[in-house]
């Protein structure tokens, strides 16, 4: 096999030309469906949907056609029509709204398939297209990436936030900004001669810019929404975490046992609540002693505790690590510790409403807030280099030391948005989308 080859032997998608092929694909969810939508994009997008339907509709507006292959009818369908540049993907394209059958939805794509310059597309493909033809930038490609994958409400509206070009629209303010600093600082090089023109200090606007730009990076990241906050449930054996974690979780995802030392390893059970993601983490209960297994539980529980976003203390109050909250974990069996902040019974539900709302609100500060533009690690990476750049240029006591600084800002900015230095990222984010995305 070629070195340039795909495990399965396609080539690679560098070596297929996106300007001259036309692409299909099947973009809702597997069949069988009440409906069935087929995308084509590519500049015989339009000849192939009049293949099939025998006329084009007009732009944008909903036919019923009946779709055929020579004499053979596959299926009457909604078809609608798009000219590029005006089109998601900014070329030619066409959707066909089927009915939702496997043998119709296999007809339909085996009649693309035998028409000539047709293919069938790869994961994202028709993302990327929107991306290279500039309908939609690298940020935004990113936001709908997570959109695709979003689990809970808090994913979905940072995700939404981010293919809107909220964040986009940030960097565009800041490379104007940049840009009109930029250009005082070449007017005063310009007029450096000029015995009567006033130097231009830049230099209170650059730490203002710094300023924001620190502010702005201090908020959470997306990280956590797609991570969940890591709660973790710690304790002396036979506290209850586990029965706490399972009710928390909804489901029997830790075993129970009124036998001590059960949980021997750390058990995950990621759950959302009230549209927030947590990952609920059970460890193995905090005691000296026990065989060698059990103390590497003990090791790895501590370990937890250390990396926790919040800890749940199930014992005794004198032994709570710090930071930790104190929880009477079994309010039906006596009363509580006068420390415990809750009360609660994994056996009849007690206090368990009162603990998801004490979670909730305890993450608040750990997530970006409704509204915000909430960043990945890579826009956090490039923000801080850019903050980086603005404050040597601030410091510089050179005008060119400041302008080459600024074009150093400034291009940083343009690999957050795609407008340069992303040609390494690009296979491994447009292959996050399934086939028709």
Not at 13 to 40: F, K, N
Not at 118 to 145: Q, S, V
Not at 310 to 323: I, M, Q, S, T, Y
Request: proline fraction near 5%; charged fraction near 25%.
């Amino acid at each position: 096999m070629e070195a340039d080859a795909r495990p399965d032997g396609r080539p690679k998608r560098r070596e297929i030309d996106a300007l001259t092929d036309t692409i299909y694909a099947l973009s809702s969810g597997a069949p069988p469906a009440a409906v069935a939508v087929v995308r084509i994009s590519g500049p015989r997008a339009h000849a192939a949907l009049e293949a099939l339907a025998g006329r084009l509709p007009e732009p944008r507006v909903a036919r019923l056609a009946r779709l055929r292959e020579g004499e053979q009818v596959l299926d009457n369908a909604l078809v609608l029509r798009f000219d590029g540049p005006k089109s998601e993907t900014g070329e030619d394209s066409a959707e066909l709204q089927l009915h939702g059958g496997r043998a119709v939805v296999a007809a339909v794509l085996a009649a693309l398939g035998r028409i000539e310059g047709l293919r069938l597309a790869e994961p994202g493909e028709f993302t990327r297209r929107a991306f290279e033809n500039g309908r939609i930038d690298f940020a935004e490609a990113e936001g709908l990436a997570d959109l695709v994958e979003a689990e809970t409400e808090a994913q979905r509206r940072a995700a939404l936030a981010l293919a809107g070009g909220a964040l986009s629209r940030q960097v565009a303010a800041w490379q104007a900004e940049l840009l009109a600093l930029a250009a005082r600082i070449e007017a005063a090089l310009d007029f450096s001669d000029e015995g009567d023109v006033a130097p231009d200090d830049p230099g209170p606007a650059l730490g203002a810019l710094a300023a924001e730009f620190e502010a702005f990076l201090a908020r959470p990241t997306v990280d956590r929404l797609r991570e969940g906050v890591r709660v973790v449930i710690a304790g002396p054996p036979n506290a209850g975490k586990s029965s706490l974690l399972n009710a928390l979780a909804g489901r029997d995802a830790a075993i129970t046992s009124e036998i001590a030392g059960t949980t021997r390893d750390v058990i995950e059970a990621p759950v959302s609540l009230d549209g927030i993601p947590f990952l609920l983490i059970d460890t193995a209960g905090l005691r000296e002693g026990g065989d060698r297994t059990e103390a590497i539980g003990v090791e790895r529980a501590r370990g937890q505790l250390e990396t926790a976003d919040l800890a749940l203390w199930l014992g005794p109050a004198g032994e709570k690590p710090e930071r930790a909250l104190l929880v009477h974990a079994k309010a039906d069996l006596g009363p509580p510790d006068p420390g415990a902040v809750i009360s609660v019974s994994a056996k009849t539900g007690q206090g368990l409403a009162e603990l998801i709302r004490l979670l909730i609100r305890h993450s608040a500060a750990l997530l970006p807030a409704q509204g915000e533009v909430a960043i990945n690690r890579r826009h956090r990476a490039l923000l801080n280099d850019a903050k980086g750049a603005i404050g040597e240029a601030a410091a510089a006591t050179d005008p060119l030391i400041a302008a080459e600084s600024l074009r150093q800002a400034r291009n940083v900015l343009d690999r957050v948005t795609g407008r340069a230095g992303l040609e390494d990222m690009l296979d491994a984010l447009f292959g996050r989308f399934c086939i028709g995305k």
